[in-house]
């Protein structure tokens, strides 16, 4: 139980594509697909494991089950992160997020919900919103019942390889063109301000949380949207949060990977190559994802990868 092999869980979305296909080779249903969760122990859409002796388990149960041997000396009852690609052919909703308390204050979740973005693709012109302008609750109010959006939130372009942290409370949306990997709290609770007024198969709009997210938004507070970068050679530290790390790494050749006494989260997003763990190989490619877990001894790889690891301390659990 060195490696746990996952499957996907692809979600429809009004906002959503076929890049998940075209560019990653997942098979996903028909329709307009925006999400494939990688690694997921929510029950909205868990991840199966697919080797070893644990084949055909949730990841919610392996957690419950064998928390301490195979993940780390962790307090948490419940898995505590979430792994997707989002492929946003449209607009995503504006929208925010409340933080751990709130979560459980308003919805009865174990967690908030704080999230990182790396950029896989962009196109010429994408953009996202990061945060809004108001400086008081009352100026917030205003803008959103005028409905004034262009004058209320912050406008960035991307481009692939930005990396993007979004705090809970933090007002955000994923624009037209762009395929992030995210890697967030597990938590699946949003609060729509603003859906442009679009409306599904069906012609109804979807639903707005606007009491609620006025309940958790930042006012007077707008967190920086990429973080200090700390590069040791391969591999770069994009951030370090109370609720995760997140790594980058570019793998040439032959590399030895460094082992942790706790799970890491992997998710390779370009390129194609060989794992070894203690001594058993595994092919990967591009939208390939697992988990490493702290039983493994001795890790290699052969190949030309670029790869994304998501972690969490055990002093953070």
Known sequence: MSILQLSSHFEERIWGGRKLQTHFGYDIPDGNIGECWGISA???GESIIQNGPYKGLRLSELWKRT??????KYEVEEFPLLVKILDAADDLSVQVHPNDEQAKALEGEAYGKTECWYVLDAEPGAHIIYGHKANTKKEL???IQGKSWAALFHRQPVKRGDFIFVESGTVHAIGAGIVILEIQQSCDTTYRIYDY??????GKTRELHLDKAMQVIHIGKRTESDTHRISIGNITRLVKCPYFTVWHQQLSGECEISVKDHFQ???VIEGKGMLTVDGTSYPLQK???????REAKY???SGNMEWIIGEV???CG
Do not use: K, Y
Request: charged share 25%; hydrophobic share 30%.
């Open 313 to 315: 301390e055990e002093s």
């Open 42 to 44: 929510h029950p909205n």
């Open 197 to 202: 007024d679009r409306v599904d198969a069906q």
């Open 67 to 72: 928390r301490d041997s195979l993940f780390g």
């Open 299 to 301: 890790v290699t790889t």
């Open 265 to 267: 989260m992997v998710s």
């Open 287 to 293: 939208g390939h994802h697992f988990i490493i877990t």
């Open 141 to 143: 109010n205003r803008h």
